[in-house]
């Protein structure tokens, strides 16, 4: 059974750090595009950052310079590192995983495969 498995949300105070990760089972991450994506209270869901095969990286305008994602295909797994967290930033974060091609970087709501999301909250 393909599956993506997040961790690492939790409650954080404004200006804080987290750092997820993404866990795949049934499948090697190697072969696929990964990416980050969040739903914030009252919005739609909405890019955070992908990463390529060959770790070449896409970061939305919101999160440049304070979020970093990376993944180690040793061990299966993608990590998504916030820092500098803002209250708005609350919500269910989620990782996906698609087959996009050797070297190509997508990063779209069509996403192959999705994780259930883990929560992150940024409050004081």
């Known amino acids: 059974q393909l599956q993506l498995v997040e961790s690492g949300g939790g409650l954080v105070q404004p200006g804080g750090s987290l750092r997820l990760s993404c866990a795949a089972s049934?499948?090697?991450?190697?072969?696929?595009?990964i990416g980050w994506f969040r739903q914030v209270p009252g919005k739609e869901r909405e890019g955070v950052s992908c990463?390529?095969?060959?770790?070449?990286?896409k970061y939305f305008e919101s999160v440049k310079g304070r979020f970093t994602m990376s993944r180690d295909n040793a061990k299966n797994t993608a990590y998504l590192q916030m820092n500098s967290l803002e209250p708005e930033e609350t919500g269910i974060y989620y990782c996906?995983?698609?087959?996009?091609?050797?070297?190509?970087?997508?990063?779209?709501?069509?996403?192959?495969?999705w994780g259930e999301g883990t929560q992150v909250t940024v409050s004081s």
């Open positions: 996906a995983a698609d087959r996009a091609g050797w070297g190509t970087l997508v990063c779209y709501a069509g996403m192959d495969y």
């Open positions: 049934g499948f090697t991450l190697d072969d696929y595009t």
């Open positions: 990463i390529s095969t060959t770790g070449s990286t």
